[in-house]
Nanobody, 127 residues
Framework: QVQLVESGGGLVQAGGSLRLSCAASGRTFGIYGMAWFRQAPGQEREFVAGINWSDGSTGYAGSVRGRFTISRDNAKNTVTLQMNSLRPEDTAVYYC????????????????????WGQGTQVTVSS
């Protein structure tokens, strides 16, 4: 089993920045990728950004590309999402997820491919 704990959410004005972190513990040797998803009220959970654990390949949703940056620290088993130029439409609960399937050089964006999930952290962007 893998446990994921997110931190760093909060309230920020439009145009501001936030940094989310996710710490993995447990059987972390079974992690092949990590990602951030978000879910706004009344909407489906959507992929935000992901990173392949082996080679650092990254993938982003079109709505955040150029504003958000995902990075990893393999030694600390953490993944960070730096969010800049935030917009009110970025308001959501952000979830960290871990992929337990070997995928080299690939980042998957489907939530069903991720085996482990954190509890979520609220991000609110005011206009």
């Amino acid at each position: 089993q893998v446990q994921l704990v997110e931190s760093g959410g909060g309230l920020v004005q439009a145009g501001g920045s936030l940094r989310l972190s996710c710490a993995a513990s447990g059987r972390t040797f079974g992690i092949y990728g990590m990602a951030w998803f978000r879910q706004a009220p009344g909407q489906e959970r959507e992929f935000v950004a992901g990173i392949n654990w082996s080679d650092g390949s990254t993938g982003y949703a079109g709505s955040v590309r150029g504003r958000f940056t995902i990075s990893r620290d393999n030694a600390k088993n953490t993944v960070t999402l730096q969010m800049n130029s935030l917009r009110p439409e970025d308001t959501a609960v952000y979830y960290c997820a871990a992929d337990a399937s070997p995928r080299f050089g690939i980042v998957v964006s489907s939530a069903r491919e991720y085996s482990y999930w954190g509890q979520g952290t609220q991000v609110t962007v005011s206009s």
